[in-house]
């Protein structure tokens, strides 16, 4: 019993404790230390790593208590500023673990020591050239404070730092890293890198472990945009927070000067000291200057923005993380994901357009106790040397080894996709080596996250974004492979299946160019022919069909259905698909499903009807073909009933759509509903 208590957990604790001796650590010691003590993950990774990396309970043991006893004696809790000050007056020296920030003052720096609670500590220049990052946001470090009387200052700032250790690896080798990756399966890395960052892979999902990872993509790839919004609670900003001493998390509005530095260039601004900076409850930007949301915006496209006269760069990536506040369904219906965005950045859709991956944060479960792991994983401080070190690497060209990307992504959409690819590469094969399949895997997730930005954008801005049927083709077999959407059911809107008899598809198009796709689901009850509409349908939606039924009403005998209709209530309801709002004028799609329920003849399957009527039966084409013919293909809709009068604009209608939606031309409501039932 003993023996098995001394030895690892599983399989893969053995190999990596083989394999990666001494970089790895059990990540149930790290937060039972974190219980009791306030300080970063990477802080108490640096001690575990250097006092527990062992399989051995014992030595874990031992290192626990000195770990424990290095916090009680060295790490100043903030309400302890007093009694850390006099240590240092009294013994004349004294090393503590601190966070240390840096300003410049008439040609002086001054060093401020957080908890230490002192603002004006003498620091060696060499420090400030040798590490950028304390003069923006600081750094957490090993510190050896001196005391030493000044006379011309009087005593009044005593304190100096005699030497200042940041905690971070001292040397880190990337090439060993690799190598030593290939000794893993992808599966096994997936995990290693899942219980790395402190969550327990086996009670999730494959989807839901990539997803974990693509939190870690700003961390390894350079000027790499993310969005996450989700429920609250599921941890989204603690990559950024927690995993690596070299990103920054906002947590409410900032200033053009600390993002972009100063006009005169005394110090850099925050997008070029860290590797990553991150606006956490992003909704709180609301208040934020104008012209940092313009200045970001042009360097989320190029790394790029002007300061003076100068241009400068930045390599910092951008993550936005905010809470949603409704179930996804109901913001898929009734509006966009990009609601819980602040006005400034949510009404600048060339803003949106730069965001390169939007992650579902409504899939990441609410964290529990079962979610973190009690295995072991890389020190977090080794893993973020290696996602720094791998920043910079470029893999985006990797997967034109074995796809291309489909003629709907712009030249936008293909850079977001190839960045999140070699992201998402670095983190799963440093190396460089994947397989077909595995590239084909982060590819699908690359596509998806780009997806998920343009559709939101294709609801709120119209036919310019309208192109959404995003794909790639496999190179070696030319097949073409469609990415959708989860939340959005994807291209499956329009079902491929046969449809029962009164429930038919149909698309309008408004003034402004914006297609709404519906669904018409008419049902009949005994009655003496009159017309019952569900809650919901109303102003010109309501017009059309009422002008369809009493049509319908007036020529009964002619359509060979006078009995049927005098002895049935007619029930329709008016699903709208893309929650999009736009007026339905869809007065024949409306009879062709009412007449569908009269003869119990399903209409084709795929079929998407277009055009109104007159109250006297006369087609009332279309505003514009293009539009639904393209919300058609990218949801699945295979054939169109389109009014003859409409021919003329086909012209205008892109190749690839015509490619996989028919054409079925109609001149009058008869032809019209024999040929949607297939009737002769």
């Not at 599983?10 to 190999?15: C, P």
């Not at 209530?569 to 869809?586: Q, S, T, W, Y």
């Not at 490619?659 to 409501?669: H, I, N, S």
Request: net charge negative; hydrophobic share 40%; aromatic share 10%.
């Amino acid at each position: 019993m003993e023996n098995e208590q001394l030895a690892p957990r599983d399989e893969l604790d053995q190999k990596i404790n083989r394999i990666f001796a001494g970089k790895v650590v059990r990540k149930d010691l790290v937060r039972k230390v974190k219980v009791g003590a306030n300080v970063p993950v990477f802080v108490l990774e640096y001690l575990l790593g250097k006092y527990c990396a062992s399989s051995d309970e014992a030595t874990i043991q031992m290192g626990l208590q000195v770990v424990n006893d290095t916090l009680a004696n060295n790490y100043i809790r903030p309400d302890e500023a007093q009694k850390a000050q006099s240590r240092v007056k009294e013994q004349g020296s004294h090393t503590f673990i601190d966070k240390v920030k840096v300003r410049l003052t008439d040609s002086q720096y001054w060093a401020e020591v957080s908890n230490f609670g002192h603002k004006n500590v003498h620091i060696p220049d060499h420090y400030v050239r040798e590490f950028d990052r304390l003069l923006t946001g600081g750094i957490w470090a090993q510190v050896d404070m001196r005391w030493e009387y000044d006379e011309e200052q009087r005593g009044k700032n005593p304190f100096w730092i005699e030497k200042l250790t940041p905690i971070q690896l001292a040397t880190f080798d990337l090439e060993e890293y690799r190598r030593l990756r290939a000794e893993f399966t992808t599966d096994e890395w997936l995990d290693l890198m899942m219980r790395s960052i402190g969550y327990e892979p086996t009670i999730m999902d494959r989807r839901l472990k990539l997803l974990f990872l693509t939190r870690l993509i700003p961390l390894c790839e350079r000027n790499f945009n993310l969005v996450e919004l989700g429920p609250r609670g599921t941890g989204k900003s603690y990559a950024v927070q927690e995993l690596s001493p070299y990103s920054a998390l906002l947590t409410g509005p900032t200033t053009v000067a600390n993002l972009f530095g100063q006009q005169q260039g005394r110090y850099k601004g925050m997008l070029q000291i860290w590797d990553a900076v991150a606006f956490d409850e992003v909704a709180d930007l609301q208040k934020m200057p104008k012209e940092v949301i313009t200045m970001l915006k042009t360097y989320c496209e190029s790394g790029q923005f002007q300061r003076g006269q100068e241009a400068m760069a930045g390599y910092a990536s951008v993550a936005m993380f905010g809470n949603t506040q409704q179930p996804v369904d109901v913001m898929v219906q009734t509006g966009h994901l990009f609601a819980p965005m602040p006005d400034a950045i949510r009404d600048d859709m060339a803003f949106l357009d730069r965001l390169h991956f939007y992650l579902p944060g409504w899939e990441i479960p609410k964290m529990r106790n079962e979610h973190f792991t009690d295995h072991y994983g890389f020190v977090v401080d080794y893993l973020a040397e290696a996602l720094r070190d791998l920043r910079k690497h470029n893999f985006t060209e990797i997967s034109d080894h074995y796809f291309s990307l489909g003629s709907h992504l712009n030249a936008r959409d293909r850079k977001a996709v190839r960045r999140t690819v070699s992201g998402m590469v670095k983190i799963l094969h440093p190396n460089g080596e994947v397989g077909q399949d595995d590239l084909a895997e982060i590819l699908e997730l690359a596509i998806e996250g780009r997806r998920r930005v343009k559709e939101q954008l294709k609801k709120m801005g119209a036919f310019e974004y309208s192109q959404v049927s995003f794909s790639y083709l496999v190179s070696e077999t030319g097949q073409e492979c469609f990415v959708g959407v989860p939340e959005q059911g994807g291209r499956e809107l329009i079902s491929a299946d046969p449809l029962a008899p009164g429930t038919l598809y149909a698309a309008s198009v408004s003034g402004d160019g914006t297609a709404g796709l519906y669904r018409i689901e008419v049902s009949l009850s005994s009655g003496s022919g009159k017309l019952k509409a569900a809650g919901g349908i109303a102003g010109t939606t309501k017009e059309s069909i009422n002008r369809a039924f009493s049509y319908l009403l007036a020529n009964k005998t002619a359509f060979g259905v006078g009995r049927e209709v005098d002895t049935q209530d007619f029930h329709v309801e008016v699903i709208d698909l893309l929650g999009n709002k736009v007026a339905a004028e869809i007065g024949v799609a409306f009879f062709i499903a009412a007449y569908s329920m009269l003869r119990k003849a399903p209409p084709l399957p795929a079929l998407l009807v277009l055009g109104d009527m007159s109250i006297q039966g006369n087609i009332k084409p279309i505003r514009s073909l293009v539009e639904p013919l393209q919300v058609a293909m990218d949801n699945g809709g295979r054939r169109a009933l389109v009014p003859v009068e409409n021919k003329r604009q086909f012209l205008e209608v892109s190749p690839d759509v015509l490619e996989q939606v028919d054409p079925v031309f109609y001149g009058d409501l008869r032809q019209a509903a024999f040929k949607a039932l297939g009737l002769t």
